[in-house]
């Protein structure tokens, strides 16, 4: 068997076995936004996938399917008894949920549990090449990273956690407490949904092994003496948005929608609930209310109806039997008391449907009730957003699910406020259009905005870092390495660039050409990079830009040459632009978007003057808060009550984080917008872009072929070529500078 460079360690397989009509076995992809996420990363980087088949007893050689090598691990009727359904399903499920439904310890569950984790890491440790990276995925799995580390110390470990971590009066319960831990901080880099979760982990860890955490660092001891660092800290997941836009947009999912409410008796408004069958879901919370609201005669049939999707969910756990005729009975009293000859108060379907059929209902549903009493992100509330291309509908969701952390315009609730729930339900009734146009158009914004790809790829950006010289394959697809580019790649490199008939020379300033300081206004370009950029100006068609985050008024003041240079300047991440001759072109005004600029710069200001060495940086379309000097904690903190404030205030504004800066926007142009309009502008036919920063990742994402990306430093980076410093680019651009100039003679 090949080994493989980047392999995802998960209970499931991502393919579901099939059957056709001749009786002959196959494969197809499964559903769900882990496998989308991963699949360009997974064929980029030839990965493997090692996970369960699905079936008990069904022994399977490694095999291919789809350009990735899947790696099967053999589950027993008695393993999924007491490792799946029994420790994972009683016991971790239920108990990170808040303990919704009691969990059960015991020891027979806990013994198969670290055999089939011991099991599993054994097959990755197997499946992967030397150094080679390594994601384990979710609760079924935590003691793989720790025995992973045992097995192979030379490989990088990520963990995500796709469900809570919970509170540490809860989490202690567990009388495998510390072996849990110790297995998950045998990764390098840990996620989980929210912030609220990296906290509670870190505490569980203080706590009960003593070991010492700042900010997203925890220091953890090994055998040999040594110290190593864990990154624990939220990456919240997200959908592939476009794959729901365009389901959305299809004609015959459209009049699907139209079917589905004709079918129901084109009702005023129809309720609509999409959910595992799972007591961490809400689903009776919600039922109570909507039949409450019946009752009370503030709702009839003749006008509401509510959809419930409940699809099978481990249907062999006592407590989801129980679920289960619970909620039918409810279903069936309240029909048995509402519904009339024409019209059914709820139409209950327990069944799983196709994603078109999803999307057909999300189109024909009025109001979507997310009543989750604890979730770690839930993706249907996102899905249901992504897929209302008209602006319209209304988001009801619980302030316990991940989600409500993102989408700050939502109707939120809490859902064992029965009486709130109900408020909210009638308000999302009578909410006009314009308001829901409003409230989902930001919600649409930010799930847009970061995508499922997103996710995975600053997952494996945070993980790259601890490989010193790892090749990494991002979501897009593209090679970066964290070493140097060789000599002979980089002049090979340049040398194509260097024919362009008209070449583009955009280059980001801070930490590109000038390090970077703790006061930002006395950053300036080092000599050897002003000297090299200086000599590029003064070639023809070679115009140079610098493109910045910062403000125009600031980039002016420490490109101090520029004007002199003939040299463009891009600021605002793309959205003002100086041209040589032309002067500072207009931006649109919105004087609405200002004067909340304005108060959110004066409030940050206020709130954050308590923490030492943090401080909030005024720019055009909003405001940066630094924290270069300040403690890891503090750091922490501010950017916390940034986020809170904005996503209170401003939840539509744009987020981007840099070296030791947060920064808010309501403009949304990127570095990569700034790329393409210079582009058109000039007349350019390639483009050299050289970057530091994440914020640099966008423009070296966008280049095409012809064109060449320079990541300075290290970090996971679409760029093709990297180069450890400014001296080093400094070099490039003179070695540019030259051969542009010999093409000439």
């Not at 699907?256 to 069958?277: C, M, Q, T, W, Y």
């Not at 000859?341 to 999300?362: C, D, K, N, S, W």
């Not at 897929?387 to 209304?394: L, T």
């Not at 101090?560 to 072109?585: C, K, R, T, Y």
Request: proline fraction near 4%; glycine fraction near 8%.
């Amino acid at each position: 068997m090949d080994k493989a460079e980047f392999v995802v360690v998960a209970n499931r397989l991502p393919v579901d076995r099939t059957v056709d009509a001749d009786g002959a076995d196959g494969w197809r992809r499964s559903p769900g936004g882990l496998v989308t996420a991963l699949e360009p990363v997974m064929q980029k980087a030839d990965g493997a996938w090692v996970g369960w088949a699905g079936q008990p007893d069904v022994d399977l050689e490694p095999f291919e399917f789809d350009g990735t090598l899947l790696v099967p691990v053999t589950l027993s009727a008695d393993d999924v008894e007491c490792y799946y359904e029994g420790f994972s399903n009683d016991t971790i499920w239920p108990l990170y949920h808040d303990v919704i439904s009691e969990p059960r310890y015991r020891r027979l569950w806990w013994d198969a549990y670290v055999r089939v984790n011991r099991r599993f890491a054994e097959a990755a440790a197997g499946a992967a090449a030397d150094g080679a990276t390594v994601w384990v995925q979710d609760y079924q799995l935590q003691l793989v990273p720790r025995m992973l580390r045992d097995l192979r110390p030379d490989l990088v470990i990520g963990y995500f956690h796709h469900i809570p971590f919970p509170a540490y009066g809860l989490y202690s319960q567990l009388p495998w407490r510390k072996q849990v831990l110790e297995g998950l901080l045998g990764a390098d880099v840990i996620g989980f949904q929210r912030v609220a979760d990296a906290g509670n982990f870190a505490r569980a860890v203080r706590r009960q092994l003593r070991y010492a955490t700042k900010a997203s660092g925890i220091a953890v001891p090994e055998a040999d003496g040594t110290t190593r660092t864990v990154l624990a800290k939220a990456f919240p997941i997200s959908i592939d948005s476009s794959s729901y836009i365009e389901l959305a947009r299809r004609p015959d999912v459209q009049e699907r929608a139209r079917e589905i409410r004709k079918s129901l008796g084109n009702p005023k408004r129809i309720f609509l609930g999409v959910d595992r069958l799972d007591y961490t879901k809400g689903i009776g919370h919600r039922l109570k209310a909507y039949g409450e609201l019946l009752t009370d005669g503030m709702l009839s049939v003749q006008d509401v109806t509510l959809v419930q999707v409940a699809s099978p969910s481990r249907e062999r756990v006592a407590a989801y039997i129980q679920l289960r005729g619970e909620i039918e009975l409810t279903v069936g009293r309240i029909n048995g008391d509402f519904d009339t000859m024409g019209h059914t108060a709820i139409r209950y379907l327990h069944q799983a449907y196709p994603r078109e059929e999803m999307v057909a209902l999300f189109l024909a549903a009025d109001v979507m009730l997310v009543t989750a009493l604890r979730d770690g992100m839930n993706l249907v509330a996102k899905e249901y957003v992504a897929s209302r291309v008209d602006n319209r509908g209304v988001l009801i969701l619980s302030e316990f699910a991940g989600a409500a952390d993102e989408l700050g315009t939502a109707v939120r609730v809490n859902p064992h406020d029965i009486e709130g729930l109900k408020a909210a339900m009638m308000r999302a009734v009578h909410m006009t259009p314009g308001e829901q146009g409003r409230r989902m158009r930001a919600a649409r914004r930010r799930v847009l905005e970061h995508s499922v790809e997103d996710w995975s790829r600053e997952f494996l950006e945070a993980l790259a870092e601890f490989h010193p010289r790892r090749t990494m394959t991002d979501a897009h697809g593209t090679i970066g390495v964290h070493g140097s580019t060789d000599e002979a790649s980089l002049h090979e490199a340049l040398t194509r660039v260097a024919a362009a008939d008209r070449l583009l020379v955009a280059l980001d300033f801070d930490g590109t050409l000038a390090p970077l300081e703790d006061e930002p206004m006395r950053a300036r370009a080092l000599p050897v990079a002003a000297k090299a950029v200086a000599a590029l100006a003064a070639l023809p068609d070679t115009p140079v830009a610098f493109v910045s985050g910062r403000s125009m008024h600031d980039l002016r003041e420490i490109a101090e040459h520029a004007d002199d240079a003939q040299i463009f300047l891009a600021g605002s991440h793309g959205a003002e632009l100086w041209v040589p001759g032309e002067g500072h072109l207009d931006t649109e005004d919105d004087e609405d978007a200002a004067l909340l600029r304005d108060e959110l710069r004066d409030a940050m200001t206020a709130q954050l003057s308590e923490f030492e060495g943090v401080w909030v940086e005024p720019k055009t379309f909003g405001f940066g808060i630094h924290s270069r000097v300040a403690s890891a904690e503090d750091a922490q903190k501010a950017r916390d009550a940034a986020d809170r404030l904005v996503a209170l205030r401003a939840p539509h504004w744009r987020r981007r984080t840099g070296h030791n800066i947060v920064e808010y926007s309501f403009r949304h142009e990127g570095k990569d917008s700034a790329i393409a309009a210079l582009r058109e502008r000039l007349g350019a036919t390639a483009v050299l872009f050289a970057g530091d920063d994440v914020t640099d990742e966008d423009a070296l994402a966008s280049l095409g072929p012809a064109d060449l990306g320079v990541r300075v430093g290290q970090g996971q980076t679409a760029a093709s070529v990297r180069v450890g410093s400014i001296q080093e680019l400094a070099a490039a651009l003179s070695l540019l500078a030259r051969m542009r100039a010999d093409r000439r003679e």
